[in-house]
């Protein structure tokens, strides 16, 4: 592979990190694991073969590492379920195996709006992430309200698609 470490990393820095904080929900985590991750990533630059599978193998790498490291810090906590609310909010049937399912989904997700093009990348990522008014999108990117309705249509439309294709994909595999 002739991609450099230094291209590797500037590439790939934001999916990685989007994958180690949707399983860590903690920045400090987070950075941990893209290290660990990006580690890893040069003692194997040399073994990676296509350069098109190199994303998605560091987001399944960073999402490994990430649910490893919350084991490790895991520390068993005795305490009265009636006393604690963190404990009495948390829903009947969790699990952690459903908090990686989830995690998982989130980061797919993240991947397929990392697939839009830039222009309903963020017209998409102000509306739903940060929860902008259209109005206020518009401001923000010099849009009329009409161009930012209209990237935001096509935007769910192709997520929509990414999303059907996607999971026709894992029905088959």
Known sequence: MEMTFHDLYTQHYN???????????DHGLAEDVLQETFI??????????????????????????AIDLLR????VVL??????????????????EKECENAQLEE????LICALSPKLRSVFQLYYHHQLK??????????SPGAVKSRLHRAR??????????????DTA
């Open 15 to 25: 999916r990685v990190y989007y994958s180690a904080i949707k399983v860590t929900k």
């Open 40 to 65: 890893t990533a040069h003692v194997k630059l040399m073994d990676i073969d296509n350069e098109a599978k190199v994303g998605s193998w560091l987001s399944t790498v960073a999402t490994r590492k």
């Open 72 to 75: 490790k810090k895991k520390k």
């Open 79 to 96: 305490v009265s379920i009636d006393s604690s609310p963190q404990l009495t909010n948390l829903p009947l049937d969790f699990t952690v």
């Open 108 to 111: 797919g997700v993240g991947v």
């Open 134 to 143: 259209e109005k206020e999108i518009a401001s923000k990117l010099q849009l």
């Open 157 to 170: 439309i192709a997520m929509k698609s990414k999303m059907i294709n996607e999971f026709q994909h894992h």
